[in-house]
Structure formats: structure tokens, C-alpha cells
């Protein structure tokens, strides 16, 4: 077992849990332990305060006013974009879309560059890893255009089986879409290794980048990807935010997904002329406030240095995963090597129904998720309906870890019939 | 009852479940559950002709609230009128079983209830249906 505190070498913990005031509070007369990262990640101090800051004193809408606020205004959203350019290494912050969420981000590649290139017989390549949210988007349009989905295997402990990838990469795959992280299994994918993969046989590749960005050195350029998507809420920053990057030629070619305002530039009864990028794809008022929040959050994580929040996560993973196998009948689903697992802990812990197991740790003051965590094909595939899943962040301690092991106990105590 | 005392209900409940199984007679069946979880029961519902009265079962797997809950009902049930059982609502359910345990995870708590609504329904529009060819 490692001591706690050799936990401790590259990132200092106790510093950035004083950063997250929702992390200094009792739930049910316990100290909280924040569990359920992969989720929605807490807040530091200073995206609360950016966001606080911008509403008291900077609010106006963005790209209209000739009025000083409002260009305060868009000069602080569009600050926010050049920061989130930077920080995945887009070539230019015309690359980087503001949208919703990571769902919303894969929904307008699939119907905007989908339905403009998608044509019957054409197939669209996933892996059996996804997330809802990038498996039904191209469902809707492969229905739509009758294209065919088609899917990269994952093996008995959730890594993708890439023997057969060239074979599955024909001159009919048009796109291959894959996760970067499970959120389900933590599996950290060799993304670099499929994008390289599947140019070579001329498609195009997406990453959902929604549990990468937060907790991996990203690079879109060393990847070499088309389009990437990801959440801000995952990544220190504010729900109602996500990116879309996607390479250039690529976005200039394609339609625009929701019409509205700002994102034309000239319009007649009969019709009407796009705006240049990323405005093409952000119609009506964007969230002005999230973008300014997501800045402060990218701001906070390169302070950080994502190499030290990777190398944290690795040794908090592999923590989880010696303390839970040490508890009678846990089965612990997904890669057991941290090389390559994220900080995502599923499983089950004998025949107590994950719910269970989440209220009598609830009970203990510690919120993990339990259910299928939006990937209902991948439990079906690994014979399980539903599942518990401990997550963590750069605020997560051994202590915590401690403290889940000790609440497996307690629930083992409380259903004495467990097996 | 305190907090402990409901919880210890509920776990009765679930670990020792009353009238579990399926009943082979049955007037009625309906199976339901919550797909996001797992939880899943079947409500069986036999009306005897002479005296109106109900005998209701159920089976299914799920989480200790689900089964607890599906377990508390058949008993409840058991004895009753169409119109009786089609009586039971949710609030009192939730207050018998110990509200502030079961508000969280209404969903599990009410899956039961739903589920033996709907075969009593369907029990109800056979019996009218055949009330009304009787005319």
C-alpha cells in the first residue's frame, strides 16, 4: 500500500482543495467526499469570481454594442477562446466553436458535416467504449442518410482490440469517432495511434475529448485529429460551455448547424450569407458568462500543468485500485494497468445493488454515481445492468480513497447476505 | 418510527420479501422498470370472483427500494378490492415506507405501485368489458 503522503510529489493537494470552497463542507455530519468527478468536476474559487466579476461589472451582449461594455464584453469571451486554443494547440482560435456541451459539440459534426457528406453505403466508425453521446448523433444521421455504424471491439477488461482496425477501415468509412477516455472504464485510448490509422485509409477522425481534456495533456496538433469535443463543467469550468475544435478547410466547408442570429453575415427575404469562423456556428447569444468562466478554468489547469494533473490522477488510480481489490467481492471492471486508466473506479461489490452501495456511502458523507453512466451498450456487453463508479480530480486524496474502502465495509455489514 | 427503525423495515422487507413468485393464475400481469438502474418487478393479480377481493404477488430484482417496496405492497394489497388497490397512492406509500429515505430514489420506491396500477387497470376494463356483454 502506498503511504499517503508519496502520493503528494507533484501536485500540491491541500493547496488546491483550499481553491474549491465546496469541498470544505459536511454532508450528512461527514466531511464531503467529492467522488464523482468524471460527472461534473467542482469549482475553483476562481472561475466563481471571474464569472462574479463579469456579471457586476463587464455584462453587455457580445459583437453588437458600439458601446464600451458590450465591446468589454466580447473582448473577454473572445480572450476566453484564444485561451482555449492555446491550450489544446488549435492554430488559431477560428478553430474553436463555443457550443453547449461535448453532446452538442458531436451533434454538429454529425448533422452539419454528416448530412452534407454522408451517402448511402458509407460507414461511420465508432468503438464499442462510446458514450451515449457519441453513439446516438451518428444513429440519427446514419439513419438519416443510410449510412451504416459500424464499431471498433473492446475485450474483456475495456480495451480496444485493434487487430482488426485496417480491416474495419475501408474506402467506405468516412468517419472514425472515438472516445479519448471511457467515462465508464477510465481506458485511456492510443488516439494518436487510430487518427494515424484511419488518415491513412482517408477518413476523417473525431475525439471525445470529454474526459481527456480535463485529465490529459491534450495536443490537437500532435494528434492530428479533425474535430475534438469536450464539456467545460468537466474541467473546472461552468455547465452551459463546450468546444468544438475542428481543423479549418474543414469547418469552412461545411453548412452552418443552427440559424440565427450571429452567425450571418448579410440577410434578404430570400436567403442569406454565412458569418466567417467560428461565428458560423454560434447563432444567437452565446453564454457569455461560461465562456469568461471557462477562460479562468483553462487559466487554472495550465497553472497546474496538465502533466502534473495526469501524473496525480495516475497515482490516485492506482491507489483505488489496490485499496478496492483488497474488499471481499468487489469486481473491479476495466484496465487494471494505470498506464492506461484514467481516474474513473467502476464496480460492483457483490450482489448489493450499485444504488445501495451509493446510498450507504451517501450516508458516509461520500457522492459516487451508480448506474450505467450513459453507456448502456457497454454494460450490456460486460453482462451488467448497472454498476458503481468512483471518480477523481486533481483535488482527490488518499484519505478519501480510505474512506470508500471503509464505506465498502459498512455496506457489506448492512447486507450481510452479500456473497 | 426513527430513521433506524425504517431503515431496518425496509431491509426486511428486501431480505426477507413477502409473497414472491409468480402467481400461475393470475387475472392480470405487468412487468415494469426503471432501465436507467436495473430495477425491474412483475405484479400478478387474481380477483375472486365471489367476494371481489384481490391476491396480489410479485417478483423481480433490483435495488433493496425497488424490492422492499414491490415486497410491502403485495401485503398491502392482498385482500383488497380492484377499487381499493387503484386507491393506494404514491404519498401514502412513500410515508409508510419512511419518507425522507425514499424521497431520493422515488423512481425505485414508486415502480411497484405504477406497475400494480397498471395490471389492476387492466383487470378493470376486462371486468367492465364483460359487464357490459352481460347487458
Known amino acids: 500500500m502506498l503511504a499517503s503522503s508519496s502520493i503528494l510529489r507533484t501536485l500540491d493537494v491541500q493547496a488546491v482543495r483550499a481553491d474549491f470552497p465546496i469541498l470544505s463542507q459536511s454532508v450528512n455530519g461527514k466531511p464531503l467526499a467529492f467522488l464523482d468527478s468524471a460527472a461534473s ?15 457586476r461589472t463587464t455584462h453587455a451582449n457580445v459583437h453588437r454594442g458600439v458601446y464600451t461594455l458590450s465591446e468589454r464584453a466580447t473582448e473577454l469571451y473572445e480572450n476566453a477562446r484564444k485561451r482555449v486554443a492555446r491550450f489544446i494547440g488549435a492554430k488559431s482560435s477560428r478553430e474553436i466553436i463555443f457550443t453547449r456541451n461535448t453532446t452538442e459539440s458531436i451533434n454538429l459534426v454529425a448533422q452539419a458535416w454528416g448530412r452534407a457528406n454522408l451517402r448511402p453505403g458509407n460507414e461511420i466508425l465508432l468503438t ?16 438519416e442518410t443510410g ?15 485493434l487487430d482488426g482496425l485496417d480491416a474495419l477501415l475501408t474506402e467506405r468509412t468516412k468517419i472514425v469517432a472515438f472516445a479519448q477516455m471511457s467515462n465508464m472504464l477510465g481506458t485511456i485510448t492510443p488516439a494518436a495511434e487510430i ?3 484511419a488518415k491513412a485509409a482517408g477518413a476523417l477522425t473525431l475525439i471525445d475529448a470529454a474526459q481527456g481534456v480535463p485529465h490529459l495533456p491534450t495536443n490537437v496538433q500532435e494528434l492530428g485529429c479533425d474535430f475534438l469535443a469536450f464539456s467545460g463543467h468537466k474541467m473546472c469550468g461552468p455547465t452551459g460551455i463546450g468546444v468544438l475544435y475542428g481543423r479549418r478547410e474543414l469547418l469552412e466547408a461545411m453548412p452552418p448547424f443552427l440559424g440565427g442570429g450571429d452567425m450571418i453575415r448579410r440577410v434578404t427575404f430570400e436567403g442569406a450569407e454565412w458569418n466567417e469562423l467560428p461565428w458560423k456556428f454560434e447563432a444567437g447569444t452565446p453564454a457569455i458568462a461560461e465562456g469568461v468562466g471557462l477562460g479562468a478554468a483553462v487559466d487554472y489547469l495550465s497553472g497546474l500543468g496538465m502533466d ?21 467481492t468487489v469486481a473491479i471492471y476495466g484496465p487494471m494497468a494505470p498506464d492506461i486508466r484514467g481516474g474513473v473506479a467502476t464496480f460492483n ?29 457497454l454494460h450490456e456487453k460486460f453482462g451488467l445492468t448497472a454498476s458503481s463508479r468512483a471518480s477523481f480530480y486533481i483535488y482527490t486524496i488518499p484519505e478519501e480513497i480510505d474512506r470508500l474502502v471503509e464505506g465498502l465495509y459498512k455496506a457489506r455489514s448492512i447486507y450481510k447476505k452479500a456473497k | 418510527m426513527d430513521r433506524q427503525g425504517q431503515i431496518d423495515f425496509i431491509l426486511d422487507h428486501y431480505e426477507n420479501p413477502r409473497r414472491k413468485g409468480a402467481l400461475l393464475d393470475a387475472g392480470a400481469s405487468a412487468q415494469g422498470s426503471n432501465p436507467g438502474c436495473g430495477d425491474l418487478v412483475t405484479m400478478y393479480v387474481k380477483v375472486d370472483p365471489q367476494t371481489g377481493r384481490a391476491d396480489v404477488t410479485f417478483d423481480g430484482t433490483g435495488c433493496t427500494i425497488s424490492q422492499a417496496s414491490a415486497s410491502y405492497l403485495v401485503e398491502l394489497a392482498s385482500g383488497k378490492t380492484l377499487e381499493d388497490i387503484l386507491a393506494i397512492d404514491r404519498d401514502d406509500l412513500m410515508g409508510a415506507l419512511g419518507r425522507d429515505i425514499v424521497e431520493q430514489r422515488a423512481p425505485c420506491a414508486a415502480l411497484a405501485l405504477d406497475t400494480l396500477h397498471a395490471a389492476a387497470h387492466e383487470l378493470d376494463r376486462e371486468r367492465a368489458c364483460h359487464e357490459i356483454r352481460m347487458e
Open chain 1, 349 to 377: 461489490l457483490g450482489d448489493i445493488h450499485p444504488h445501495d452501495v451509493a446510498a450507504v456511502l451517501d450516508a458516509e458523507g461520500i457522492a459516487i454515481r451508480a448506474g450505467h453512466h450513459c453507456a448502456m451498450p
Open chain 1, 195 to 197: 487518427v494515424r490509422r
Open chain 1, 147 to 161: 449510412a451504416r455504424v459500424r464499431y471498433i471491439p473492446v475485450d474483456g477488461q475495456g480495451v480496444l482490440q
Open chain 1, 41 to 55: 468536476s467542482q469549482k475553483p474559487l476562481a472561475v466563481i469570481e471571474a464569472m462574479n466579476e463579469y456579471y
Open chain 1, 128 to 143: 464499442e467504449l462510446e458514450h451515449h453521446s457519441n453513439l446516438v448523433p451518428w444513429q440519427l444521421i446514419a439513419r
Open chain 1, 308 to 328: 502534473a494533473v495526469r501524473a496525480h490522477e495516475r497515482e490516485i488510480i492506482a491507489y483505488a485500485l489496490e485499496r478496492l481489490a483488497e474488499v471481499p
